[in-house]
T-cell receptor
Framework: GENVEQHPSTLSVQEGDSAVIKCTYS??????FPWYKQELGKGPQLIIDIRSNVGEKKDQRIAVTLNKTAKHFSLHITETQPEDSAVYFC??????????????FGKGTKLSVKP | DGGITQSPKYLFRKEGQNVTLSCEQNLNHDAMYWYRQDPGQGLRLIYY???????QKGDIAEGYSVSREKKESFPLTVTSAQKNPTAFYLC??????????FGDGTRLSIL
C-alpha cells in the first residue's frame, strides 16, 4: 500500500522568510496530493492540492510542486507571517475501488514563524 | 453554512463505558471518515463509509464501531474494548480520490 513520508517534523523560520515542507510517496499510481493546515484544537483545513497532470500550482503565497519521477511533492510558503504557524499535513491518494481512493497522510510538520 | 459538525467538543469516558461521538455533514458528500490523532502523530483511519448502509474498517478499527443509516450522519462509538481511547477524533467527508473536509474534532479523555 501507499506510504507517505514528510519532513521536517518541525520547522522554525523568521517572519518574511520562505518555508518548504517535503513529502515522498511510494505508490507510483497515486495521482492526487492535498495539503492541510491544522491550527491548535481545530480540524485540518485544505489549503492547496495538486493532481498528477500538472507540475506546479500556486495560490497567492502558497505553492505546491510535484515531481512524479522522483515521487515527491513539496509545499512552499513565501513571505511567511505569524498566522502561518500551524501543523501542516501532506497526503496522497489514487483512483480505484475499495480503500484505494482513501487519503494517506504524512505525520505532519509543525511550522513556527517568529516575529 | 455548509460543513461538518462534530459534537461534543470534549468528552470523558469512565472505565467500562461506551461513548458515542457525533458527526453530521450538510455537504451532500457520499463518503465519510473517522480518524484518530495522537500527539505528534499523523491521522490514522479508523472507519470509512462510501455509501449509506455500508462501511469498512480502516487501519485501527479494533475497539470502535460505526453506523451509516443516513447520508448526513456517521457516528463513532468508542467501546470499552478500546483500552487506550484518549485522543483527538476527527471526522471528514468527501469523495474517493477527492478533497476531504474535516470537522473541528472531539477530544476524548479518560476519567
Amino acid at each position: 500500500g501507499e506510504n507517505v513520508e514528510q519532513h521536517p517534523s518541525t520547522l522554525s523560520v523568521q517572519e518574511g522568510d520562505s518555508a518548504v515542507i517535503k513529502c515522498t510517496y511510494s505508490d507510483s499510481a497515486s495521482n492526487y496530493f492535498p495539503w492541510y493546515k491544522q491550527e491548535l484544537g481545530k480540524g485540518p483545513q485544505l489549503i492547496i492540492d495538486i493532481r498528477s497532470n500538472v507540475g506546479e500550482k500556486k495560490d497567492q503565497r502558497i505553492a505546491v510542486t510535484l515531481n512524479k519521477t522522483a515521487k515527491h511533492f513539496s509545499l512552499h510558503i513565501t513571505e511567511t507571517q505569524p498566522e502561518d504557524s500551524a501543523v501542516y499535513f501532506c497526503a496522497a491518494s489514487r483512483a480505484g475501488g475499495g480503500s484505494q481512493g482513501n487519503l494517506i497522510f504524512g505525520k505532519g510538520t509543525k511550522l513556527s514563524v517568529k516575529p | 453554512d455548509g460543513g461538518i459538525t462534530q459534537s461534543p467538543k470534549y468528552l470523558f469516558r469512565k472505565e467500562g463505558q461506551n461513548v458515542t461521538l457525533s458527526c453530521e455533514q450538510n455537504l451532500n458528500h457520499d463518503a465519510m471518515y473517522w480518524y484518530r490523532q495522537d500527539p505528534g502523530q499523523g491521522l490514522r483511519l479508523i472507519y470509512y463509509s462510501q455509501i449509506v448502509n455500508d462501511f469498512q474498517k480502516g487501519d485501527i478499527a479494533e475497539g470502535y464501531s460505526v453506523s451509516r443509516e443516513k447520508k448526513e450522519s456517521f457516528p463513532l462509538t468508542v467501546t470499552s474494548a478500546q483500552k487506550n481511547p484518549t485522543a483527538f477524533y476527527l471526522c471528514a467527508s468527501g469523495g474517493r480520490n477527492q478533497p476531504q473536509h474535516f470537522g473541528d474534532g472531539t477530544r476524548l479523555s479518560i476519567l
